[in-house]
């Protein structure tokens, strides 16, 4: 069931049950409480470090966070930064981290920090809607990865780098964002793909940066006033400023150096575009929109048939009806003038006409609706039926909410039973996405047609699985436990944090000795959960899914990724 938790930085307490008559007081607290599909509702008030928040606030797969939606943001003041680990991007400082189908709406954030970005987002498919972000050392809102967000009806405002960064293979719809005062409006990189759809981007440094080969699309944007450009395209990337189906809409005019500065080796291609020709540099084709030029060509009313016939029956209507059709006849005349008369230099008239109307109304109001909504539902269920009171239920809750397990159709986890070397593959690819440190290799097991192939091929080329001596994987296989260390160890190249250890096993003599040393640097980093007996590691056992989860959640602790869970089963060595 949909709940709904409230908190208020001025009269709430932690120890409240988060209700409208007792809220909370931070929303760290509220975010912990939250499950999927759950929302929180924010009273107005400063939310910092002083006042208890811990950094950096992650919103959960589905859970919403509001504010003061109608004023974006406006009294509701989110100040605070804290490290996150970037799977693309190592160490960041960030206010915000945003999981699959999270929604920030109608908030004020600022991150101070150096280099201090307001909200993260990676490889996640969140809204970001009617807020403000001001003051942000770095950029209000950086999406990497795979990323799909929705950010829209949003202020940015002198934010020291940039107002939004779109960077690896991030795509998603960026509407209706004002971007005023800031370092470049926009920057988009690497082979970014996202979708700009009347925004207002102007008095910047630059108004969009598009570097990489990244291919942004872009419709009926108003960029002006910028003192450099107001869009720079560097290297293979090619904007889409519109074709003879979907003409570009933008107006880009009155930047301080030029309105398109193309030093790229693409030539761009514009249609339907308001742009002073004169003011570009580089290759920049402008295609003239020929097809709706006859359609408003009057000409062939211009020698008035209708009107002189009119005359003609003068015994009675002629005194009253004559005065009223030949003004209406003089005046569609000019109507259709008008229409190539203003643009003839730029281009085609037809698209001015509708660059101020979706801007302020129409489009940014209908789109927030049909987009979010899709995407929610088909979020996994939040209830676990059969972890209730299990040992590591804390740490599989975590798990879950942060999207990197999940439980089966029927609603369970499963904790006790054993895990599959692919579905550690595929577990291992969900938190650790783990970059290319060697060539992929063939495992004769393994058919590219195999549900796991890409995650295997993904895992061991990332240094955290290896195949058996014959060129085999044993996909289906159960991974043991002193496996899943030796994994955890190699993958992320730990190294032990003191040149003694003082933990000691029952059982140590059964450890193989290819893991002997992995043991010891996992139990210096609290990585190893042994139970229910804390002097038994059982090495060579197939390890549960209870296990792996802990294991895999206590990497995420030593890694700064996570908050620490008090558990009696973890070795601290």
């Known amino acids: 069931m949909t709940k709904t938790f409230y908190v ?13 008559q007792a809220p909370f007081k931070t929303i760290t607290k509220a975010l912990k409480t939250a499950s999927i599909n759950d929302k929180i509702r924010l009273a107005n008030g400063n939310y910092n470090s002083a006042n208890g928040e811990i950094f950096p606030l992650t919103i959960s797969v589905g859970v919403t966070l509001v504010g003061n939606e109608p004023d974006s943001g406006n009294g509701v003041f989110i100040e605070g930064s804290g490290v996150y680990l970037s799977r693309t991007f190592a160490r960041q400082n960030v206010t915000f981290v945003l999981l699959n189908n999270a929604e920030l ?117 108003l960029i002006e006033k910028n ?36 030093a790229g080796s693409n030539t761009l291609v514009s249609v339907g575009n308001e742009i002073d020709s004169t003011k570009v540099k580089g290759k920049v084709e402008f295609v003239v929109i020929s097809a709706p030029e006859p359609t408003p060509i009057p000409e062939t009313q211009q020698p008035l048939p209708e009107p002189q016939p009119i005359p ?38 037809p698209i001015p006409q509708p660059i101020p109307q979706p801007i302020p109304k129409p489009e940014p109001q209908p789109i927030p609706q049909p987009i979010p909504q899709p995407e929610p539902k088909p979020t996994p269920k939040p209830v676990l039926t059969d972890i209730g009171n299990h040992w590591a239920a804390a740490f599989i809750e975590e798990l879950v909410k942060l999207d990197i397990i999940k439980g089966y159709p029927d609603q369970t986890f499963r904790p006790n039973a054993t895990m599959t070397r692919a579905q550690y593959a595929a577990l291992l690819v969900k ?109 060579t056992r197939d390890a549960t899914r209870a296990e792996v989860a802990m294991m895999v959640y206590q990497t995420l602790v030593d890694a700064g990724r996570v908050a620490a869970i008090s558990s009696p089963y973890i070795i601290v060595g």
Not at 162 to 180: D, E, F, H, T
Not at 494 to 511: N, Q, R, Y
């Open 8 to 20: 208020s930085p001025s009269t709430g307490a932690d120890t409240n049950p988060g209700t409208q």
């Open 105 to 221: 709406r109608g908030v004020t954030v600022t991150n101070s920090d150096v280099r201090g970005t307001a909200v993260w987002i990676e490889s996640s498919t969140p809204t970001v809607t009617n807020c403000t972000f001001i003051k942000c050392k770095r950029e209000g809102v950086f999406a990497t990865g795979d990323a799909n967000p929705v950010i829209q009806d949003n202020i940015f405002r002198e934010n020291a780098a940039n107002g939004i960064s779109m960077a690896r293979n991030s795509q998603g719809k960026l509407q209706g964002n004002i971007c005023v005062n800031t370092g470049f409006g926009i920057a988009i990189s690497d082979t970014a793909s996202p979708t700009l759809t009347n925004n207002s981007i102007s008095e910047n440094r630059s108004g969009i940066v598009a570097s990489g080969s990244c291919r942004p699309i872009l419709r009926n944007n």
């Open 312 to 349: 003609q029956p003068i015994p009675k209507p002629e005194p009253q009806p004559i005065p009223q059709p030949i003004p209406e006849t003089q005046q569609p005349l000019p109507e259709p003038q008008p229409i190539p008369q203003p643009i003839p230099k730029p281009e085609p008239q």
């Open 431 to 539: 938190a650790f996405n783990p970059t290319k440190k060697r060539e992929a290799i063939n495992f004769k097991d393994v058919s590219d047609k195999f549900w796991a192939y890409q995650v295997i091929q993904q895992a061991y080329q990332g240094g955290f699985l290896s195949g058996y001596p014959n060129n085999t994987f044993a996909p289906n296989q159960n991974i043991q436990r002193v496996q899943v260390i030796v994994s955890l160890v190699n993958g992320l190249g730990l190294s032990p944090t003191s040149k003694t250890s003082s933990v000691s096993f029952d059982d140590e003599a059964k450890i193989p000795n290819y893991g002997k040393d992995e043991v010891i640097i996992a139990a210096q980093r609290k990585m190893i959960i042994n139970y229910p007996s804390l002097n038994l590691f059982n090495p």
């Open 227 to 262: 003192t450099d450009d107001g869009l720079t395209v560097i290297s293979q990337s090619l904007p889409n400023l519109g074709s003879i189906d979907s003409p570009g809409g933008n107006t880009i005019r009155n930047n301080g150096k030029f309105d398109i500065q193309n």
